[in-house]
Structure formats: C-alpha cells, structure tokens
C-alpha cells in the first residue's frame, strides 16, 4: 500500500499508480455513473456518463489516470443534469420501450436513467428502423436497444477469446456486427454460456427463454438503486 | 478475383496496417469491395472480417455495393455551394442520366456529394475516381458527360479537366525558400542534433494544423521516451473544409517537407517515417513517389543518409475520405489499417502512438518550417511574428474574393490585411479556421491572425453581404454529422441532434424555446465530447448565434410551440392509402 490520494467531493480516496480514477473511486466506495465500463475489461470510454471534472476539466473516470493532487468534482447538479441529457440521447438514438422490454428491472440504462431522475426523453426520436437477428438458437439481438457500449465486443476478445462481436460504420449509422460469413448469430461461434451473451447493459442482447423467469417485481432494480448495486458487484470484482 | 486478391495481399506482405491500401486497390478494380475479398483477406491477414467491414463502412470511399465504373462526387463545401454547386450538380445528374447519391442503371456512372476536396479557389471541384477535377462549369461537365457516355478510360480524358493551380498570390518567409534538397540535413548533423532541437525550440515553432502545440516539445519528449523504435508521421489528411495550403506546399515544396521530416526522424531517433494523404489528393500520389525516389537517389533517404550513419525511409499512406483522420490518435488508428477513432489519451502519441510505439505527428506546414529553421536557425523564423506566435502561418484564402488562392503572412496580421490583400469588398464576415474555428463578424476586422487571438490552421472563408448566415451553419452542421466517427455518445448522437435542431429553425419550423434549446445541446456536444470534432462541432453555431442572435430569432414562428416538423406532409402515406385528397385530409401547421 502507498498513501497517494485524490480528492473526490471533499472526499479523500487512495490510489495506487495505474489506477483509473474510476477504479479509486468504485473501491473507496463511491459511485461514478457509467454504461460502457465494467472492471472485468479494458477501459473504453465512449457513453461519457462517467465524465467527472478533474481540477475544473472534464474527462472521463473510466479512462483517466488517478494521479495526486486531482480535485476531481462528481456529484453536481451541473454534471448530473448533463449526464441525464447524455442518457437521454442513447434513449432517443435507439427504440427503447422500458414496458415492453423483456430487460425491464434488470437493464443498466433503464437504472442509469432513474438514478439521474429521467423522466422523459427531452430530445426528438430518431426511430431507426433496426433489426432483430433471432437466428441463434439460445440467444437473440435486438438492435433496437443497442448503445454501442462495445461490453459485448471487450467480454468476446477478452474473456470468451472469440471475437464475436464488432461495431462497424461511422457516425449515426454506427451499429453491431455479427463475426460471421452470414452476418447472422446463429453462424457464428457464439454460446449461451459466453460471456458476451451475458454482458449487455441493456437488452440488446438476451438469452432466449429466461426472460420471464423472474417477475417484474423481483428483479434486481426493482429493490436496489443501481449505485448500490454497481459497487456491490464491481467492488468486489476489483478486489479479485 | 482470387489470384488479384491474393497478389495484392502478397504485395503488401500480408499486413494488416496496409488494410486501407489494399482496399482501395480493391474497391478501383471492381468498384466496390465484394464480400469474397472480405473473406479473402481476412484469412490472409489475420482479421476478424468485422474489422475489413467496419474500416469499409467507416471510409466514405470504400463501398459495400457497387458504385459506377466512373464514380463522380462533386465537393460539398460551402465555398462550392456558394459557387451554385446546387444547380451544377443537378445538371451533371440530368446529363448523366442518374440520380445523386445513386448509380446509373447501366452501371457505368454514379454521382455524389463529398465533404470540401481542398479546391475552393478552384471551385466548382470534385472527384472522379478518386482524381481532382477542378473549376466545373456547365461545358466542362457535358465534356465529363460525354467521356462518360463513351467509357472513354480515364487516362485519354482531357488534361485540362484535370488541372489543379497552386494560386500562391503572396510568398512570405517561407514560400520563399527553394526546396530543400540535403541542405537542412547537413546543417542539422554538423551543429548536432540536440543544438538543432534548440534551434526548433528556439523558433518558437507550433503545430501549424491549429492546435499549436510546441513541436520542439512533442519531439523532445518522444525521444526521451524509452523505446526500440519511433515514427514520424506527416499529416497531410488536409480535411478542414477551406482549407488547401498543405496541398500546395506538396506540390511544389515536398522536398522541404520531406526533408523537415528527416531531420525530425534524427533529432527523435526514428528510422520510419509515414505521411497520411488525404485520399482527396490522389492526384499527388505519383508526384511525391517521384521525389521520394529522387530523395533515395541523392541519398537523403535510405541508409547511411549522406553519410551520417543515420537510416530513414518514408512511405506514403493515402486516407479513405474521412475528416477524422486529420485527429492525429485516429491517424494513427488509420496508418495501423483500422477505423480512425480517436484513443483515449493518455498515452499520447509521444508515449505510445504507431504500433504503441513514440511517434510525433506533425503538419506539413510544420515540416516545412522545420527544415528552414534547421537550415537557417531558430532566430531567422523567431524574427517574424507575435512574442507568443511566432514566424508565419500560411493561410488558404476562399470564398467572396477577387483573388482566392495561398497568402503567407507573420502571426499578427489583420483580418483587414488579408482581405484587403485577396480583394474582398461589402464583407459580411469570416469563417477562420474551418467550420471548427470562429466566425467573426465584419466590425472585428481589426483582430489579428495568432495563437493568442484567432488561432486557425489555414482556412479562411469569406462571405459577403449576399450571404445568408443560417445557409452557413446548415452547411456546417451537416459536415460534423457526416463526418463524426460516432465512438462517443455527445458527438455521435449530438451532431445528428444538432443537424436536425439547426434544419428546423432554417426551415421555419423554430418555436420560442428552440434557440435556448439550440444552445444547450452546443453545450452539451461541446463539454462532453471525446476529442477535438465534437468540441468543436458546435462552432459554427456558437459563435454565430453570440453575433447574431436576431438572424436565429427571425426564424422563429410567433407561437410559443410549433411541431418539429411538417405535419401535413407527414400525412402523405396516409392520404395515399385512403385515396384521399379532399380539405378535410389535410392539417394545417398550426390553429390560427
């Protein structure tokens, strides 16, 4: 152990040298919205929900180096209300019908979207025509709820070794790909015990025939703020 | 297919960082990327086929589908709209037979818009097959036409068609300059490599693309950083929309700037340099190969470089079309054969940047001073300019002018000198600095042109008082949704959202709470964005709507709500199906 720390909200958090500040942070306790970051992959940075200002400027926790001497601002209605119009142009981006959605209760965006006090989607729906692609025997995509958070591409790499998943395109027209000759699932050397099956924070990729097995009512944020949750689940996978 | 396919792997060693070069090989035979190449080459390169996919649809010039055996894209900037591209580009579809944005039937010809090509003193420009065509007007597009028509090769097309000036109207210190031939590198060796650092340091020399970070620094610390190899790379991807002057210098200065390149890769340590073309400036190509060629000839490149045991080589990479890449992460993203997305920094490219290795990025302007200051010493270039600009900056001047073409001038100048200089009368305002820099009003002529005040990285668009504000910031708008990589949420859905919030007040659509709203997704979009496209998107907007807010407010309808878009016409389908066109189908756009 070393004595380096930084400053969050008044509040000081050790660190050690190659450490995120998300990574300090989700340790001490302290909970830094995020979509596109999990602790069991490479850093990203892309949903920008994490973006903290360090010493007056913005940057993102996920990716940012912990370093002393950061006075790093968190928790602001400033930084919160600009988070919620972020989470609010993923909601407007895709076709997200929360009452719909199999995902419902257990969706990270939908979470996300409550802690920060969403209540609708402030900005004009782009209502992309997007696909399903059902042809995998056990798992499914729904493209309509996919915000390019790439977990799926990173838990494929990184933890199945496979390289199932892609983002292709530029821009607007950015969208998921499939590793396969057919485009299609189902051709592809995906399993329903992968990790990348399980990963998405939305419900953008689900596992067939499970997506009633627990009753809305019963699911994860439906008892819990994701706050809560996420530094239940991500603090004790950092101290692996 | 197979055995071209194969051959061009085998040409290029099986490298995957070679990716682009190989499909636009692809896409010039057959016009487009088959999905068979896809396989192909994902084999014989050891990529996932997503990665061949994503870097395909991620370049404007790589399709999926096939585009005509004559693809034409006419430039889409706002000194070509300016020009009547508009009308221009309806006449070339009515001639050709096709529609824009599709290929003709017989799939000989296809026609599309392209973001600015780095022409706009020759305007109206574009792109047939990859190669500049300048100064378009209606008979030279019925001479395109019938070439066309007559699947006349491209080789046996007219030159003329095909001629592009350099316009250098005003020479300052260093247009000045002959090329640099040995001359800079014999000076560097024999006053030492770190003296000659000083001198660059001394020149006060910054980032010429508009950054202006102290290319002294960024090359110190790339050779501190501890490492088996480190690259140079030239930035030649010139996408900001006026901006041209790098396409000049290559034209008629790449000596010096291959040589500033060299004698940057000895004073860092590098022995492989890259310069990143913009794929608009094909016409180029061949050209530099040449002087490369007469570089290894001479010995200024290759081994033992006239006789100083020191070994470089420069190999040209040519961009895909997309203004991105001009982002020197996403260059390197795009050197490596992958989509140019910009990194998370830190590391900066200094620290880890081609093959994570230490790699300085820098300008062509850049190069080009830097050999004259390792010629002639760091006081030479320090004597011109401001205390905290210093020397002289080239500037790409367009638009609304007597005389568009290439000015040098010292930091400091005026905005009055240059369009005194360039002849440009009943000025409404500039664009300085491309669509991402500021707009400035004609009562703020008398700012100067410097890091400290209007910093730019060459562009400088003029508009007269004919001009219509908002027609700018349309233009504007549309070219960062266009070009935005989409890796980050601000950037990627802000740019589109901003389109679409700019589109509705131009068309008429705005309500009271549209202008605030306007202002708070720039914010947003600005602040939160990844790297310099999205927080720099909102410009145009800004820095017009600080200056003219009642050229916004006008636009406005006087109710305090009005529907985002066009309610009757949003009908159309549904009268269609109901066969049905009589007054009560209809809805008006609000109850009076």
């Given amino acids: 152990m070393n004595n380096k720390s930084i400053v969050i909200d008044g509040k000081t958090i050790p660190f050690e040298d190659g ?118 025997p056990d798992v499914m995509i729904d493209h309509n709820r996919c915000i390019f958070c790439t977990l799926c591409v990173r838990a494929s790499q990184e933890v199945d070794g496979k390289n199932v998943f892609a983002i292709s395109g530029r821009g607007i027209d950015k969208r998921l790909v499939v590793n396969s000759e057919s485009g299609l699932l189902k051709d592809s050397g995906l399993d329903a015990t992968d990790c990348a099956a399980h990963i998405c924070p939305t419900g953008a990729i689900l596992i067939k025939r499970t997506g009633y097995k627990v009753p809305i009512g019963q699911r994860i944020y439906d008892h819990a703020h994701i706050d809560t949750v996420t530094l239940a689940n991500e603090g004790a996978s950092h101290d692996e | 297919m197979q055995n071209f396919i194969r051959n061009l792997a085998q040409e290029n060693d099986f490298q995957a960082t070679r990716l682009l070069k190989i499909l636009r090989a692809v896409q ?27 870097v395909i649809e991620f370049y404007s010039f790589f399709h999926l589908e096939p585009r005509g055996q004559f693809d034409i894209l006419i430039s889409d900037s706002i000194t070509d709209l300016m020009l009547g591209k508009e009308e221009l580009i309806n006449y070339f579809a009515e001639k050709l037979g096709v529609k ?143 901006t041209f002057k790098d396409r000049v210098i290559l034209n008629s200065y790449a000596d010096s700037v291959f040589e500033g390149m060299t004698v940057a890769a000895a004073i860092i340590g590098a022995t492989q340099g890259f310069i990143y073309l913009r794929g608009e400036y094909l016409h180029l190509y061949e050209k530099l190969e040449a002087v490369l060629a007469e570089r290894r000839t001479a010995n200024l490149l290759g081994k033992n470089i006239l006789q100083n045991g020191f070994d470089f080589d420069i190999e040209i990479c040519l961009g895909a079309g997309a203004y991105i890449c001009g982002e020197e992460s996403a260059l390197i993203e795009s050197l490596e054969g992958k989509a140019g997305i910009p990194r998370n920094r830190p590391p900066y490219p200094v620290v880890s940047g081609y093959l994570n290795k230490p790699t300085s990025v820098n300008n062509v302007e850049t190069f080009l001073a ?49 369009l005194d200089d360039c002849g440009a009368s009943e000025v409404l305002g500039v664009q300085i600095g491309g669509p991402s820099g500021t707009f400035i009003a004609n009562n703020e002529f008398k700012r100067k042109i410097a890091f400290e005040d209007l910093a730019t990285g060459g562009s400088f668009i003029i508009f007269n008082n004919s001009r219509n504000i908002l027609d700018i910031v349309h233009n504007f708008s549309h070219f960062f949704a266009h070009e935005s990589c989409g890796f980050c949420t601000p950037c990627r859905v802000g740019t589109s959202l901003l389109k679409k919030q700019v589109d509705k007040i131009v068309e008429g659509h705005g309500s009271a709470g549209d202008i605030v709203a306007l202002e708070e997704l720039c914010q947003l979009i600005k602040n939160y964005s990844h790297c310099g496209l999205g927080q720099t998107a909102a410009n145009p907007v800004l820095t017009t709507l600080e200056r003219y807010p009642e050229v916004y407010q006008n636009m406005l309808k006087k109710i305090s709500y009005e529907p985002g878009f066009d309610l009757d016409k949003s009908l159309e389908t549904a009268r269609r199906l109901a066969n049905r066109d009589d007054a009560a189908a209809h809805l008006a756009q609000v109850e009076e």
């Fill in chain 1, 19 to 136: 450490q995120t500040i998300m990574q300090a942070a989700i340790a001490a306790g302290v909970y830094i919205p995020h979509l596109c970051h999990n602790p069991q992959f490479t850093p990203h940075g892309s949903c920008k929900l994490c973006t903290v200002k360090v010493n007056g400027r913005n940057c993102s926790a996920c990716t940012f180096p912990a370093s002393e001497g950061q006075n790093i601002t968190n928790v602001t209605k400033e930084l919160n209300d600009d988070r919620e119009k972020i989470t609010q142009m993923l909601f407007v981006e895709g076709n997200h019908f929360c009452p719909s959605c199999e995902k419902t209760g257990n969706c990270n965006l939908q979470a996300v979207a409550y802690h920060l006090g969403m209540t609708d989607n402030h900005f004009p729906h782009f209502f992309e025509n997007r696909e399903v692609d059902a042809s995998h």
């Fill in chain 2, 28 to 54: 010039a035979r057959y016009f487009y990327i088959p999905k068979q190449a896809i396989e192909q080459l994902a084999e014989m390169l050891h990529i996932p086929r997503t990665q061949i996919q994503n």
């Fill in chain 2, 100 to 242: 824009i944005g599709e290929v003709r039937a017989d799939g000989v010809v296809s026609l599309n818009n392209t973001s600015c090509s780095g022409m706009c003193d020759q305007s109206l420009a574009g792109l047939v097959n990859g190669y500049a065509i300048t100064n378009l007007t209606k008979s030279r597009i019925d001479e395109i036409v019938e070439n066309v028509n007559k699947k006349l090769p491209l080789d046996q097309w007219s030159r003329d068609l095909f001629d592009v000036q350099d316009n250098i109207i005003k020479s300052g210190l260093l247009l000045n300059e002959t090329p640099i031939k040995g001359e800079a590198i014999n000076a560097t060796f024999a006053r030492g490599l770190m003296e000659t650092l000083n001198e660059v340091e001394k020149s006060g020399l910054r980032g010429r693309g508009g950054a202006g970070y102290t290319t002294a620094w960024k090359w110190k610390f790339c050779h501190e950083e501890n490492a088996d190899q480190r690259y140079i790379i030239c930035n030649a991807d010139e996408g900001e929309p006026g």
């Fill in chain 2, 370 to 418: 830097a050999a004259n200051i390792a010629l002639h010493g760091g006081e030479w270039f320090a004597a011109f300019g401001t205390s905290k600009s210093k020397g002289t900056k080239i500037h790409s001047i367009s638009g609304d002018c007597a005389k568009p073409g290439i000015y040098e001038y010292p930091f400091g100048v005026t905005v009055q000198t240059l």
